[in-house]
């Protein structure tokens, strides 16, 4: 279990370090220090500077209990890394109060707690006594560790010659395998290759499922609500929401400022693309031709954008990217019907409009990304992601909603799409 009640930490800068003064120093410094020729010479100490400080956490609070699988999430500088430092007790709080009820390991950094001159053998003994496991029992899992890092060739070189890789291997199959009964994880699911990933992925859930915590910090939203189904959102040091992981994604995914549900640009000098292309807007579009930012599921909408052609000649082809609540890349759009396929088009203002059937999204926020690239020769005008977003709705059936694959289920639905397919029932 772990425990963390009103949690501060605060950072000071700008204080210079006190320095050692000699005799004329420390005569010149006490003259100065008299009022009257402090005054007189315009100064104060010649060490005084105005102390600055920033909370890098400031009254976090939550419970975490055994067994659970819990996802930190938000952006860069939130508060993320160094409240699982604290939580690893590498830093202590400025303010409050962390409990951990149970022994724990940490992967914070990549080799992080490596002895560089040691070799990976060494290394897996020595992490093993720091989580506080006799020699006995790193013996035992020795081979589990080595067999699931694949570095079993290179066990016994000093690992200053491993690459990042092989570093991330051992350092997470030592935390994994260990059994500390709480886990701390920063970022290590977004570095490695695909395989191993997913390696990853599959033992945190056989850690949860085991009865043992884990605290994992990550960037790929992806993998959230697959891991976890508990989030936390920090947002410049503060939790903004504690719950449910799908509905943290889609909070924190939506909160983005940058992207609203239509976009003007006024002025072609600051609009997205090039001297031979300019977004000027883009917006989704209700059934009824006003703007959207909320819709059924089970209602159509179209995205509707408009660019300028400044030169002729190009072979212009529109592209709409569209995203899930994950950020998960649905699918590409390209304009392949428009009257202007594989034609150059002269100069002046476009409007394509790209129509999305019913029941083809799942709930939660849509963000749709543009791209504008001519063809022989290949050329990218425009290429911006997120640049406009959507909410989808998708709440249990009542007499006056549309059908939609949902029916009478109230809870969660996994999966990218949402299609309401036809069935066909016999009986006898």
């Known amino acids: 279990m772990i425990l963390v009640e009103n949690v501060s930490k605060r950072y000071n800068f700008g204080v210079s370090a006190p320095r050692y003064l000699t005799l004329r120093d420390s005569l010149a410094s006490s003259l100065r220090s008299a009022q009257p020729v402090r005054r007189l010479l ?74 560089a001159e040691l070799s990976g053998r060494e290394n897996i003994f020595l992490s093993g006594a720091v989580m506080g496991m006799s020699r006995a029992e790193i013996r035992q899992k020795f081979d589990e560790i080595v067999d699931f890092s694949g570095i079993e060739k290179f066990i016994d070189m000093p690992v200053k010659f491993y690459s990042s890789g092989m ?145 002729d000649g190009h072979i212009i082809v529109p592209r709409l990217e569209f995203c899930n609540a994950e950020g998960a890349c649905l699918f590409w759009s390209f304009e392949v019907d428009s009257p202007w396929h594989r034609r150059p088009r002269p100069a002046g203002r476009y409007r394509s409009t790209a129509s999305l059937p019913a029941h083809l999204f799942a709930d939660g926020p849509l963000s749709v990304g543009v791209g504008i690239q001519s063809f022989s020769p290949w050329k990218k005008h ?16 009542n007499d006056e909603q549309t059908i939609t694959a949902r029916g009478d289920y109230a809870g969660h639905i996994p999966g990218f799409v949402r299609p309401l397919l036809q069935w066909t029932t016999e009986s006898g």
Not at 89 to 111: D, F, K, N, Q
Not at 189 to 199: H, P, S
Not at 238 to 261: I, K, M, N, Q, T
């Open 42 to 115: 315009g100064r104060g100490s010649a060490n005084e500077e105005v102390e600055r400080s920033f909370y890098a956490l400031r009254n976090v609070n939550f419970q975490v209990h055994p067994g659970e699988v819990v996802a930190i999430i938000g952006r860069n500088g939130a508060g993320k890394s160094t409240l699982l430092k604290i939580l690893s007790r590498i830093t202590w709080p400025t303010e409050g109060h962390v409990a951990l009820y149970g022994h724990s390991g940490s992967l914070l950094e990549i080799g992080a707690g490596f002895h």
């Open 167 to 311: 570093y991330l291997r051992l350092a997470f199959s030592i935390a994994s395998s260990l059994q500390p009964e709480i886990l701390f994880i920063d970022e290590a699911l977004g570095v490695g290759d695909a395989e191993f990933q997913r390696r990853c992925q599959d033992r945190i859930r056989q850690i949860g499922q085991s009865g043992r915590t884990v605290v994992f910090v990550t960037h790929s939203m992806q993998v959230v609500p697959q891991l976890s189904q508990r989030a936390l959102w920090l947002e410049a040091g503060e939790v903004r929401y504690d719950g449910d992981a799908h509905l943290a994604v889609s909070a924190y995914l939506d909160s983005d400022p940058e992207s609203p549900s239509r976009r003007v640009w006024d002025d072609i000098a600051i609009a997205p693309g090039d001297d031979d292309v300019r977004l000027r807007s883009i917006r989704f579009v209700g059934e009824q031709g006003g703007d959207l930012d909320v819709s059924d599921v089970g209602r159509p909408f179209n995205v509707e954008l408009s660019f300028d052609v400044l030169t």
């Open 382 to 397: 425009v290429d911006e992601s997120r640049v406009i977003s959507l909410l989808l709705t998708d709440p249990p059936l």
